[in-house]
């Protein structure tokens, strides 16, 4: 069990600040997953947990020590990586049983072997146990790995893109397995992923970095329904959502957003002239007309078999609507789009953070 609490963590490769004074704080027992494209510092970050790469600025306590300059074997973390790093001359019992060689020097009290038969249970490993590593499948090699980790009795499990070696179908199946046992077992696991499928269906916190920084950190729920910012909004949800240049006006006290093809009415308010980038979700959006009102021309369709996805030029921007096939949309089609007024997010086009209504001040806020 262990709480991890990462304070203004850096770290810089030569002109490359790879993570930009990150802070996050662990609960004991959650899944919190590492979101974000490739390059964006994830790995780094996580390194920094498992104390194999040094920062250059900030702390990291666990459970409340200061585990900054701790050697990685000192921390009570466990890391498994994408390659599985498996020693190959070593059957899956060895391999499993590995961290404990060095533990038993220090303790002749351990019964390895039982340890061993033990995680392999909880993996379903048993039948494998004599085995080489390239006698096994990935999906069952990703699980030695998570074996060798789990051997340990570590408070925390740090998890680098271990299902990318996977193919698609092992990926959903191996996704629902790691789920399970994170349940099962209670511990804290962190989980880095450019994938936000396995993010949405894993983890019950979910942080979002771009460019070495932190965007929004919250459940799956609250970053795909709230996003902090156009990044967070794009980068989570597929097709992906629509963003629409607009810009803010009221009339007679109404306030409205208003583009090219872009109508959202926003209540009583005033606001004038601020240029906005209206957001909604492809399954949100419906054929017809209402109080919010998108007009474009279908541009493509897709068919995903139960549904359809159809992408509409609106204006200078792009649009996906979703529903169930046949939508009956044809390209060039021109097309009137409605949407629940709750379901429409507002960002603010110089920035791209998240701008929200306050009623109190008439207003809209960033
Ligand atoms: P990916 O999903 O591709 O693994 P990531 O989000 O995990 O990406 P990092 O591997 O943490 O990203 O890299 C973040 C940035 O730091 C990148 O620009 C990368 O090139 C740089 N970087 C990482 N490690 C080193 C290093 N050892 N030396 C120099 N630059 C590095």
């Known amino acids: 069990m262990s709480r991890i609490q990462i304070e203004g963590l850096t770290r810089r490769f030569g002109d490359v600040t790879a993570v930009d004074g990150i802070s996050l704080d662990v609960a004991d027992g959650e899944f919190l997953v590492l979101l974000g494209p490739s390059g964006c510092g994830k790995s780094t970050l996580l390194r920094m947990v498992a104390g194999l790469t040094p920062p250059t600025g900030g702390r990291i306590l666990l459970d409340g020590r200061d585990i ?190 208003v583009g090219d093809g872009v109508e959202v009415p926003l209540g009583a308010g005033e606001d004038h002239g601020r240029d906005v980038l209206v957001g909604v979700r492809p399954e949100h959006l419906r054929l017809g007309a209402g109080d919010v009102q998108f007009r474009g021309t279908v541009r493509h369709v897709e068919n995903l078999g139960g549904e359809e996805v159809a992408h509409l030029d609106v204006g200078a921007g792009r649009i996906a609507l979703r529903g169930p096939r046949p939508l009956d949309l044809a390209v060039g089609d021109p097309v009137a789009l409605t949407c629940d007024p709750a379901r429409v997010h507002l960002f603010s086009a110089t920035g791209g953070r998240r701008l929200v209504r306050t009623p109190s001040r008439d207003t809209v806020a960033a």
């Open 68 to 257: 900054t300059s701790a050697a990685p074997r000192e921390r009570d973390l466990a890391m498994v990586f994408q390659s599985y790093a498996l020693y190959p001359h070593l059957t899956v019992a060895k391999n499993i049983g590995f961290p404990l060689r060095t533990r038993r020097r220090r303790d002749p009290r351990i019964d390895a072997d039982a340890k061993v038969a033990e995680v392999a249970s909880v993996l379903g490993l048993e039948d494998l146990l004599d085995r080489r590593p390239k006698a096994l499948s990935g999906g069952q090699r990703q699980r030695v790995a998570l074996g060798r980790a789990l051997v340990r009795d570590p408070g925390a499990f740090l998890l680098d893109e271990p299902l990318s070696n996977l193919d698609a179908t092992l990926r959903t199946a191996t996704r629902a397995e790691l789920t399970d046992l994170h349940r099962r077992l209670r511990s804290t696991f962190v989980y880095v992923t450019h994938d936000q499928v396995e993010a949405m269906t894993m983890a019950t916190r979910i942080a979002v970095l771009n460019g070495g920084r932190l965007e929004q950190v919250g459940t799956p729920e609250e970053v795909y329904d709230a996003p902090a910012s156009t990044f967070v909004a794009g980068f989570i949800g597929s097709p992906a959502i629509g963003l629409l240049p607009a810009r803010l006006s009221s009339v007679d006290g109404a306030l409205r957003a």
